[in-house]
């Protein structure tokens, strides 16, 4: 592509590159890939092995979460001076779980046109081929990693009315897991992992079937996790049309959890600490010490 006389600035294209697979992407793609005049990347050496499969020679930039604040202002300015700019991530699209937000907003804001180049993406892959209802969905992406902060997340979706998509890192799955299915109730779920790669893989079941079939499985690479809608007739699905209070006498009623247990099992549900939920209640009067 070549720069405009007249000072027009240039485009930047977000490019969705293979989530595995080098053969899923579009020829659209390979052809601004090979016409821009740079590319902004996570990894260069990750980036390089797709260039090099097509034949593409381009000047490359890193471009990811530790200097996304500096290096953005510098192809803005550099998009101003009219060059054309890609800017890709490791796997599928950009912007999506990954950096590039300031880049595209920056661009807006200087009236440089923000082209967007759709191909692969492991969210849609794993939802279409889970079997789950997709008139609904919400993409999550990643949890916190922090237990705690990952319980209180869980916890604000269990009202949510769609089916929810997740990423999840390998070594947090089992855990994550665990306590997706404490929070959300047993909803069926689908683990894709690798997709479109050699050793692609569903695993499927409640989500507390995965935790057990996960929990001593030494898992490895990309996971995307759906989980399906919550089921009316699970009451641990709907623990926020409760109090606390509530689902606590509810859990006593229906299950064999004495006070105490079901104290911690709905605290766990509404993502606090069983000390924090212990007081809310002692507030609210009428509660044994159990301390």
């Known amino acids: 592509m070549t720069h405009s006389s007249e000072n027009k600035p240039g ?39 797709l260039l090099n499969h097509y034949g593409i020679h381009k000047r490359l930039a890193t471009y990811h979460e530790h200097n996304e604040n500096t290096r953005a202002p510098e192809l803005v300015s550099e998009l101003l001076t009219g060059a054309n700019v890609a800017l890709v991530t490791d796997a599928g699209t950009p912007i999506v779980s990954d950096p590039g937000h300031r880049l595209v907003a920056l661009c807006a804001e200087n009236n ?7 191909g ?67 909803r069926q779920a689908v683990l894709a992992r690798e997709l479109t790669k050699l050793h692609e893989e569903f695993v499927r079941g409640t989500l507390s079937d995965l935790a057990r079939k ?58 606090i600490a069983r000390r924090e939920a212990y007081k809310l209640l002692l507030q609210d009067g009428d509660f044994p010490n159990q301390e």
Not at 112 to 118: E, H, M, N
């Open 214 to 271: 996960l929990k001593s499985t030494l898992v490895k690479g990309e996971i995307t996790l759906v989980v399906g809608p919550p089921d009316k007739h699970d009451p641990a699905a709907h623990p926020r049309e409760l109090t606390l209070r509530q689902r606590v006498e509810q859990l006593i009623r229906e299950s064999t959890l004495d006070r105490k247990a079901a104290l911690k099992q709905a605290a766990r549900e509404f993502g």
């Open 11 to 49: 485009r930047l294209y977000l490019v969705s590159t293979p989530i595995g697979n080098l053969e899923d992407i579009t020829l659209r793609a390979i052809r601004i890939l090979k016409e821009v005049d740079a590319i902004a990347c996570e990894d260069t050496r990750h980036t390089q092995k």
């Open 120 to 186: 692969a993406s492991a969210a849609l892959a794993a939802l279409a081929a889970s079997g789950i209802s997709a008139e609904r969905v919400l993409f999550v992406g990643f949890l916190p990693a922090r237990q705690g902060e990952r319980r209180r997340a869980l916890a604000e979706l269990t009202n949510n009315p769609a089916t929810l998509v997740f990423f999840e890192a390998p070594h947090r799955i089992a855990k994550m897991l665990g306590d997706a299915a404490e929070i959300l109730g047993q």
């Open 112 to 118: 440089i046109p923000v082209i967007p180049i759709p």
